[in-house]
């Protein structure tokens, strides 16, 4: 199931309890404090993984909790700190903080990691506590408390180009032509009910592209399948527009002049994209070059022509959106090396209270 949205809350651990002791050992009478400090509790991490293309791993609305810091021991002995709780998530995902709404982080990076909540600093044992006029203290410190938030994770997907038209323009079927992706294609409206990847190889070259359900007029208040798909467009570098040819010259302006106004209504900036033209079905057009001329006229770009089904005009195409996305379509590195954990105290609004500061 291809799930885009997903509420979790997340809690990071406690920090363990420094310890109060005195060392005991024979012919040491007085041997002092020796407690040892509380480890600090875990973290809870986000993850971008290329293994991943869907929420689908997250529960919505479960609780996922970081280990809580170990209490420290005598002989100067220090707990261990809790154990940090990672939770994968696909590449492209927005973390939103669930109670503000603002933008915690975006993974849009194979490997990027996001610290959502930081764990508890670890207590601190009696023997901080010893000075010359209280050798023998008696006191330690409580580890501080773990952070709980709730977040609001959106996944947009990453692609080089993404396909965008009305219900039925043939998208589905260009994408299995020219990749391995198979998403379903049938002769009846929207056949896409979720967005598909697929790689595209061109040489040495690779191209990744997105089939996005059809739109239809007032998609982006909710019609159709709503503007629920409109946010993964947003990502792509370009977008190859497709119009069916086999409606005739005046149908196709009228289909690409909807989808080009919500495009513009969808409040993401999908209109100012680079964008590429293309008439699909010329093998059932009477006429595709009317059908082009009418377009090119209405639009001002360039159109294509090309068959899906029978392969015409698909090299010519897809050359044509390699030169468009540029440097954007290179090739995918073998074992991307992973970005540190990321602790930018900017992350988290200083305006939000915290655990009290240790004693």
């Known amino acids: 199931m291809f799930i885009d949205e997903v509420q979790i809350v997340v809690s990071s651990g406690k920090g363990g309890d420094g310890a109060v002791s005195f060392r005991r050992e024979k012919y040491i009478p007085r041997g002092g404090p020796d407690g040892g400090d509380g480890g600090r509790g875990g973290d809870v991490t986000l993850r971008a993984s290329r293994h991943l293309t869907t929420l689908s791993n997250l529960q919505p609305g479960r609780h996922y909790k970081a280990r809580p810091g170990v209490q420290g021991g005598g002989n100067h002995r220090h707990g261990a700190d809790g154990e940090t709780t990672v939770l994968e998530v696909p590449i492209g995902t927005l973390v939103r903080d669930a109670g503000r709404g603002n933008i915690l982080r975006d993974l849009a990076e194979a490997g990027a990691e996001c610290v959502v909540v930081e764990g508890g600093a670890g207590g601190r044992g009696n023997k901080h506590f010893a000075h010359a006029t209280n050798q023998a203290p008696r006191r330690a410190t ?165 068959s899906a089904h029978g392969g015409q005009g698909v090299n010519r195409l897809l050359g044509t959106l390699l030169e468009l996305v540029g440097g954007r379509a290179e090739p995918a590195p073998e074992r991307p090396r992973p970005l540190p954990p990321h602790r930018n105290p900017d992350l988290f609004d200083p305006d939000r209270p915290g655990p009290a500061a240790a004693e």
Not at 270 to 278: G, I, N, Q, R, T
Request: charged residues 25%; proline residues 5%; glycine residues 10%.
């Open 142 to 306: 409580e580890g501080r408390p773990g952070e709980t938030r709730r977040l609001t994770l959106e996944l947009r997907l990453v692609a080089d180009a993404g396909l965008v038209g009305l219900p039925n323009a043939g998208k589905s079927t260009l994408l299995r032509r020219v990749s391995a992706a198979r998403p379903k294609v049938a002769d009846y409206p929207f056949t896409t009910l979720e967005p598909v990847l697929g790689i595209v190889q061109l040489g040495d070259r690779s191209l990744v592209l997105a089939d996005i359900p059809g739109l239809i007029e007032g998609a982006h208040e909710g019609a159709g399948l709503g503007d629920r798909f409109l946010r993964h467009v947003a990502r792509t570098g370009v977008l190859l527009h497709l119009v069916d040819g086999s409606v005739g010259p005046e149908a196709a302006v009228v289909d690409w002049r909807t989808i080009r106004d919500e495009l513009r209504l969808s409040g993401l900036d999908l209109h100012e994209k680079p964008s590429l033209l293309a008439v699909s079905r010329a093998d059932l057009c009477d006429d595709a070059e009317a059908v082009a001329r009418a377009l090119a006229e209405a639009s001002g770009l360039d159109v294509l022509i090309f």
